[in-house]
């Protein structure tokens, strides 16, 4: 069975796999939500990255419960998809090497 | 540490069957062969050759009873929704797997997914499915019940996609599949049931399988097809 063909799919698909974990990443809500400690009392801030520069937007003294856990969430999905997005790169370079018969470096 | 694609596969079996949606699909495609290997046509040399993709078929849409959203029960291992074509069925990406419903097409067709409100997705409506479903086996992994297609229904089923598909390469892999399971069943000898499956199409479809047949020479498949043996 002809193996080059299910590499060629594969590779398309992987593409397009690629697209779309960038895609979900750019969706997803900038940021991070932190808890700092000043002079005993505790302040929540959004810390975020603008033009090379860290930012920290000052969220009030409580935050909704809700919002921390979506935040925590979103965290753990930005990780996740980030690591799905390293390895399908990497599937892309073996699939592309394979296909003009080199071994990957 | 993320999952490997067969770990991955599991997955997605156990938490379909935690939450019952097993019981009202069967598994289809590429992902079949590895199962007919290990479970029906032990000591078969077809290469386990599968693709990402990893196909439900829903044979009775209407009478899914579950209530549940597959995408989000899948979301945390990673995958992300994709909506395909003009209309958007949806498929569920991940980079080791694809995961897709399917429906089987009634009347004319046309290009809209089907909307199964019950598992939260779109499915593609394709033709033929139906005929994967006449004869289904059920197989046990690790107590999960799975059922998919019997082989020689599935060997049908591709002689006659082979024909339809646009895709030389992927129509080459059909054929090759289907003719590789159809020696298996005979050396196990299913003929019987080669003959049963085959007589399960229309005329007209019998008579294109026997077209190809005879184009690729395949003599004693084409014995059983034609009840000579």
Redesign the interface.
């Known amino acids: 069975?002809?193996?080059?063909?299910?590499l060629?799919?594969?590779l398309a698909?992987?593409l397009?796999?690629q697209k779309?974990?960038e895609e979900?990443l750019n969706k997803l809500p900038k940021g991070s939500l932190i808890k700092k400690k000043i002079k005993n009392h505790e302040y929540y801030y959004l810390v975020l990255r603008e033009n090379g520069k860290v930012r920290f937007v000052y969220q009030g003294k409580k935050v909704d419960p809700e919002i921390i856990k979506q935040y925590k969430e979103v965290k753990?999905?930005r990780v996740?998809?980030r690591?799905?997005l390293s390895?399908?790169k990497k599937?892309i370079k073996f699939l592309r090497s394979s296909l003009r018969g080199k071994e990957p470096v | 540490m993320e999952k490997s694609q067969s770990e991955l596969y599991q997955e997605i079996l156990r938490r379909f069957h935690n939450i019952g949606v097993l019981k009202d699909v069967v598994l289809i495609g590429s992902w079949c062969i590895p199962l007919y290997k290990k479970y029906y046509l032990k000591g078969s040399i077809i290469p386990p050759l599968r693709t990402m993709d990893i196909d439900f078929f829903v044979p009775e849409p209407k009478l899914i009873k579950s209530s549940v959203d597959i995408p989000d029960i899948l979301k945390d291992l990673g995958f992300v929704v994709d909506f395909v074509g003009k209309q958007g069925y949806i498929r569920l990406l991940h980079p080791d797997l694809i995961v897709e419903f399917l429906v089987q097409e009634q009347g004319r067709g046309s290009d809209k997914p089907y909307p199964l409100p019950s598992l939260g997705l779109n499915a593609q409506p394709l033709r033929f499915l139906n005929l994967l479903c006449e004869k289904i086996i059920k197989i046990n992994i690790e107590r999960i019940i799975i059922s998919i297609p019997h082989p020689a229904w599935f060997a049908i089923h591709k002689l006659i996609v082979t024909q339809r598909r646009k895709k030389a390469e992927k129509a080459d892999k059909d054929l090759t599949v289907a003719i590789a399971l159809l020696h298996d069943l005979k050396n196990m000898k299913q003929s019987k049931l080669i003959l049963e499956a085959y007589n399960s199409v229309s005329k007209k479809w019998q008579a294109k399988i026997i077209n190809l047949l005879e184009k690729k020479q395949e003599k004693e498949i084409l014995k059983i097809m034609k009840n000579e043996t």
């Open positions: 069975m002809a193996i080059k063909p299910v060629k799919e594969e698909n992987s397009k796999i779309k974990y979900e753990q999905l996740k998809y690591n799905l390895k399908i599937q």
